[in-house]
């Protein structure tokens, strides 16, 4: 890795250092200090890049910051949805996929569509009973996770899910988007390919669609580069541009929301109108159980004034919903299961208006 051509990196820089320094241009007196947004449909003909659906400097410059993060080479989608239709075309037909029940309700949906349309088979497991995983994996082409689980927040034993996976001659795909490379590396841990909905905590302001698929493996990287040019799920140049002003700020976010993060679910423990307060130990999502199930944690939405009531995650504003409010989501997941995704806000803020609203519906 360099971080400019005139200046090579040293081989150990840290994660905080790789996200602010990496995917710069070269230090070239009156050059902008970013890779600029470059809107171009064609390029003079002689070059590497020669279409905009091929590749554009703005998706280099977050690529190569995501995949310094990640460990591997990165490939940016149009959203997180784009990133793992990418990879699922890579299962052969009448394939086998392995997912744990309690997958983002996204991704059950288009394993359970392409089930239906006799592309391939899904196998729904409990991720947390590694032999039960690896049993499941027995004939299967692909073993796709997250960990944690969204929003049961389970944890995965990758390297030994990896290990058993590819011994069955399973490829293994981690959705890194909770952890965040800040957190895990999995392919440092062995995985295949990284797959990343960067809308959430990559970006981090809630104001961009965006995926990526990172992968070591330059033959499994170019199939997928592949199948970006031909279905065509590429990002904006402008998106791109923006993921990558986000992540430069990856960590100093993660720290904070997960330090804040720690302190509610200290405040909430015990709270009487709470059956439950699921923490993974570390990351900036947390799960409550409210008791009373689904009414009460419906009637949070009108009860708060700093925690918006919204879907998605990983903003630098504190959000929460009910996850159940979702008909694809697992019966297996409470009905009074409300999801936190911790943001930048003071903790002692967050934590009073929360109190405050389970106070009225507990
Ligand atoms: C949001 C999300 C996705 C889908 O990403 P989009 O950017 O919304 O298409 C995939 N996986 C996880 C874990 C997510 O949270």
Redesign the pocket.
């Known amino acids: 890795m360099s971080v400019t051509p005139e200046h090579p990196a040293p081989a150990d820089l840290r994660p905080e250092t790789v996200a602010v320094t990496v995917g710069r241009p070269p230090h070239v007196p009156d050059q902008p200090l970013n890779v600029p947004v470059h809107l171009a449909s064609t390029y003079v003909a002689g070059g590497d890049l020669e279409y905009g659906r091929y590749g554009n400097p703005s998706w280099t410059a977050f690529e190569d910051a995501l995949g310094a993060l990640e460990g591997g080479r990165c490939v940016s989608f149009a959203?997180?949805?784009?990133a793992?239709a990418a990879v699922l075309d890579l299962v052969p037909d009448g394939g086998i996929v392995v997912a744990p029940q309690h997958s983002?309700t996204?991704?059950v949906l288009a394993l359970d569509d392409r089930a239906t349309m006799g592309r391939l088979s899904v196998r729904y497991v409990d991720l947390t009973d590694v032999e039960a995983v690896l049993a499941a994996c027995d004939g299967a082409d692909l073993l796709w996770f997250?960990s944690p689980t969204?929003p049961a927040l389970e944890l995965a034993d990758t390297p030994a899910l990896v290990a058993g996976a590819h011994a069955r001659g399973a490829l293994v795909v981690v959705?890194n988007?909770?952890a965040t490379p800040a957190r895990r590396r999995p392919l440092a841990d062995g995985a295949d390919l990284v797959v990343h909905?960067?809308?959430?905590a990559i970006s981090g302001h809630s104001d961009v669609?965006?995926?990526a698929v990172v992968g070591t493996d330059p033959a499994l990287v170019q199939r997928v580069i592949a199948r970006r040019s031909l279905v065509g799920g590429i990002p904006s140049a402008f998106e791109t541009f923006l993921a990558l002003r986000g992540l430069r700020t990856l960590h100093v976010r993660i720290d904070r929301a997960e330090a804040t993060a720690r302190t509610l679910v200290e405040r909430l423990d015990g709270h009487p109108a709470l059956s439950e307060v699921r923490y993974p130990g570390f990351g900036t999502i947390v799960s409550i159980v409210l008791r009373g199930g689904a009414e009460p944690a419906d009637a949070l939405a009108g009860r708060t004034a700093l925690w918006i009531h919204a879907t998605?995650?990983g903003g630098v504003e504190s959000t929460f919903e009910r996850r159940r409010r979702w008909p694809a989501e697992a019966e297996t997941i409470p009905a009074g299961l409300v999801r936190l995704s911790v943001g930048l806000e003071h903790p002692d803020d967050l934590a009073a208006d929360l109190i405050a609203a389970l106070d009225s519906v507990g």
């Open positions: 959203s997180g949805q784009a793992e983002y996204g991704t997250e969204n959705d988007t909770f909905s960067a809308t959430k669609i965006m995926g998605s995650l």
